[in-house]
């Protein structure tokens, strides 16, 4: 058989393709002198040879795998991996959104740590449906062919036997001190667990795209501000060259707003390249592909200022209720118990319930069918495990308490970020008061430089320094706005607050 042809871009030092027919004819060189020792008949000769004609291409990949020969040196045989499916071809289409609820369900529904949460909470549930299963009884039914001849001790000829029938098992466990019980309620405190922290990964999802939403308004609002201060200092320069050409302005002005304007222009060339990075990581968050276009048509809305009246040590207790990680922890922990629970009732005897039926035939004529059954209660004893069972228990038991003490430390923790996102909601509101005094100062202040400069009576250093003003009041302003959104959304999330609108569809 000819060797297969080398894939390209394999190098040629790898053997694989060029041994695969020396290992052939090697194979079949031993099964010939398999067949000459010992005589085998040609039928199985031949399946021996087809079975090694079927091992041929595993021994050819597992040949061919070579590593670098020195330090440094990469590993290029990427074909030896498996073949996987191509990844479909991302749209490039625009999608629009009218509000920032259905932007986050369409990230609820489409990112992958969703779909892994869902799947994970699934499989916890179908491990609960094994653990309830053991309060039922199994019955297993079988089909049994025999062909027996007995040992003849007179040396007459016993006749050949073939007996074939169905039969029937039953087994059911009547009481086994409650190990089945606790075996149950280990597994539906883990499938708690795992809903509980598919919540928490859910409200991450959501507290992804709300930051990612407030960056793209702030990068946005930096855009806009850029944008006024190019257009204010392009004013500006045709001022100054009419003043120039008129003779009531030096060219030292000129050059001095000319400098101002290439600065304003490459400054809103940045914050519309950060306002595009904003938007990608808008787009990872919520689950779209970057080569969509992202249309968000909808106003902004600020949240209610958090209530004066409102107090941390509500907040915390809030916190505490309905953290869906910390119940998490607490859910896990009495799964551990319910373990070590099960663990030391399984030292205990067992009482079941055992029956069997069948129903046996014969090939033979001269031979009458027979029907065979029995019933039973069994007790089972553990007398001597080498102490399995009690380490088991043991194990289970520190478990308990170290996830107890885990949740003690995220309690600690969520505090932490209660009174943080607390704080900055506070000082965000108080820091958007003081902005808007200084954007209206700065607005005012610009507007009389700009009249001053028109009339005559105002310098050009004057009438650049208060636009640049406005146009940090204007940034300072959308900072401001977009750290009380994002303040807003921290604290929701550290207080593991579910939102109103939920995922109607599976994953």
Known sequence: MPAPPARQGVPAQFPG??????????????????????????????????????????????????????????????DALPELARPTVERADAIRFDSLAALTEHALRERAESRAAWLGIQAEAARLDVATAANWPSLTGQFNFTRSRALSSSGSPVPTLHRYGPSLSLAYVLYDFGARAASIDTQRYQLIASLLNGNRTLQNTIAEVETAYYAVLAARAVVAAQAQQETALRSSLDAVEVRLRGGLAARADQLRARAASSEATLARQAAERDLAKAEATLKQAAGIAQTQTLVLAWEGMPPTPLDAAVLLADLLAEAERQRPDLRALQAA??????????????????LSLTA?????????????????????????????????LAAQARAAERDAERLQAEA????????????????????????????????????????????????????????????????????AQAQADSDWLAAFSRLNHALGRLPLVTSANPP
């Open 17 to 78: 393709a060029c041994e695969a027919g020396t290992r052939i004819r090697a194979a079949q060189s031993d099964l010939r002198l398999a067949y000459n020792r010992f005589t085998l008949k040609p039928i199985p000769y031949r399946l021996l040879l087809c079975a090694s004609l079927a091992l041929w291409p595993s021994w050819g990949h597992g040949a061919a795998l070579v590593l670098p020969e020195r330090p440094g040196a990469f590993w290029l045989q990427l």
């Open 333 to 350: 922990a009495a799964s551990a118990r319910s373990e070590a629970e099960r663990a030391r009732a399984a030292r205990w005897p067992s």
């Open 356 to 388: 069997n039926t069948g129903r046996t035939f014969f090939l033979e004529d001269e031979r009458t069918p027979s029907t065979s059954y029995s019933v039973g209660v069994n007790l089972s004893v553990p007398l001597f495990d080498g102490g399995r």
């Open 408 to 475: 003690d430390s995220q309690r600690s923790q969520v505090a932490l970020a209660v009174a943080e996102a607390y704080h900055d909601v506070r000082h965000a509101q108080t820091q958007r008061e003081g902005v808007a005094t200084q954007f209206d100062s700065a607005s005012e202040s610009a507007r009389a430089a700009e009249a001053r400069y028109g009339a005559g009576v105002g310098s050009l250093l004057e009438l650049l320094t208060a636009q640049a003003d406005l146009a940090r009041a204007r940034q």
